[in-house]
């Protein structure tokens, strides 16, 4: 039988100091209700002196527990962020010094609120391949460091998070399914960071023009965002000849609850089966799936045997799903 990748070890971090609402009340003009109404956020964490690396490495060494794998046993790390620590070296090599990790490769994937799939669906495919037998993968984010905090369009979506898988090479039934990855670079403009590469190199007038923080055509990007993600989900089901009834839990990507909802209403799921903190996070972009099964696993709320959709839809405009038999 040919190989499979199986999740065995789940673990994430967020920042210790909360921001809610309210807070944000008093630095724009916005209000707790409309960002309610809007987004479903009622509070987000923002990381005080902690870089990216520091989150990925809490998420990392709680899942490298979970699994029961050392560092030095881990064939690959890959962190999929669009807030590293710095553009070069990868958060991942950052990470592999400070996880103590010896033997293995290191780098990162950048497909903004997408990346975390993106990076499984690679994971999955090195360990499908024979060609390596344990990655970490990392979802981790400091948005806080990448919004204009005077804009109130995109100031208060956004929070800080990091959350770590161990997938492991198996023969059984369980594990990863399916991964699916799509982009549509027309829209590469929906949402973007335009100042600090080669476009546009950093200098006091991309400081100035306030070219080093995220823009977003938020309603634009929301209607694509319901109408693909609808798609996605069942085209997902369809090629594994699952149907949505027998699914045990979504967990998508946590950009606005009214997203997370239509998906939902499409699959004819209850929430009570979709996994949601985008209440307690805000958008911590590629965080924002491995936090959620971190908290589903940890709460119990999936078993055995059971069926995981993970999905995602983000900058680039890029989306990706997995199918999990867990
Ligand atoms: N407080 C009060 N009013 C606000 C705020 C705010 N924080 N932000 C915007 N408004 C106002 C606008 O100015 C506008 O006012 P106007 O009608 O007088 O012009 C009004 O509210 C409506 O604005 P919209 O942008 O149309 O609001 P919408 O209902 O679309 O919600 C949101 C905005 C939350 C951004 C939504 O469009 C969304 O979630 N979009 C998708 C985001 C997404 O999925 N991104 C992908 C992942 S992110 C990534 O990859 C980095």
Same mark, same amino acid.
């Given at each position: 039988m040919r190989f499979r990748s199986r999740i065995t070890g789940t673990g994430s971090y967020v920042p210790e100091q909360v921001l809610t609402n309210f807070d944000l009340e008093k630095r724009v003009d916005t209000t707790d209700e409309w960002i309610t109404e809007r987004t479903g956020i009622k509070e987000r964490r923002i990381a005080g002196e902690e870089t990216t690396s520091d989150l990925c490495l809490e998420a990392s060494k709680r899942a490298l527990q979970a699994a029961g794998v050392k560092p030095g046993e881990v064939d690959l790390i890959i962190v999929a962020t669009m807030s590293g620590d710095m553009p070069m070296p990868s958060t991942a090599s950052i990470l592999h010094k400070k996880l103590c990790a010896k033997n293995s490769g290191a780098f990162d994937v950048n497909a903004a609120c997408s990346g975390f799939l993106y990076g499984l669906s690679v994971a999955d495919n090195f360990i499908r391949s024979g060609a390596m037998k344990r990655i970490l993968l990392v979802g981790a984010e400091v948005m806080s460091r990448f919004v204009d905090w005077q804009d109130r369009s995109t100031c208060v979506l956004f929070g800080d998070g990091a959350g770590a898988v161990v997938l492991e090479r198996t023969r059984g039934?369980?594990?990863?399914?399916?991964?699916?990855?799509?982009?549509?670079?027309?829209?590469?403009?929906?949402?973007?960071?335009?100042?600090?590469? @080669? &476009?546009? +190199?950093?200098?006091?007038?991309? !400081?100035?023009?306030?070219?080093?923080?995220? *823009?977003?055509?938020?309603?634009?990007?929301?209607?694509?965002?319901?109408?693909?993600?609808?798609?996605?989900?069942?085209?997902?089901?369809?090629?594994?000849?699952?149907?949505?009834?027998?699914?045990?839990?979504?967990?998508?990507?946590?950009?606005?609850?009214?997203?997370?909802?239509?998906?939902?209403?499409?699959?004819?799921?209850?929430?009570?089966?979709?996994?949601?903190?985008?209440?307690?996070?805000?958008?911590?972009?590629? @965080? &924002?799936? +491995?936090?959620?099964?971190?908290? !589903?696993?940890?709460?119990?709320?999936?078993? *055995?045997?059971?069926?995981?959709?993970?999905?995602?839809?983000?900058?680039?405009?890029?989306?990706?799903?997995?199918?999990?038999?867990?």
């Open positions: 039934q369980r594990g990863i399914l399916s991964t699916h990855l799509y982009s549509d670079g027309n829209m590469w403009d929906y949402i973007c960071l335009p100042g600090g590469g @080669a &476009s546009h +190199p950093p200098t006091a007038k991309t !400081v100035k023009d306030k070219m080093h923080v995220v *823009k977003m055509k938020g309603n634009e990007t929301f209607k694509v965002a319901v109408r693909t993600l609808e798609k996605l989900v069942t085209d997902t089901l369809k090629e594994n000849n699952i149907r949505p009834s027998e699914l045990a839990m979504i967990i998508p990507h946590q950009a606005n609850l009214r997203i997370i909802k239509a998906t939902a209403e499409r699959l004819h799921m209850p929430m009570s089966k979709v996994a949601v903190n985008v209440d307690r996070y805000g958008n911590t972009s590629s @965080a &924002s799936i +491995p936090i959620a099964l971190d908290e !589903v696993v940890r709460e119990e709320r999936i078993k *055995k045997d059971d069926y995981v959709l993970l999905e995602a839809f983000g900058a680039g405009l890029t989306w990706a799903s997995a199918l999990i038999k867990w």
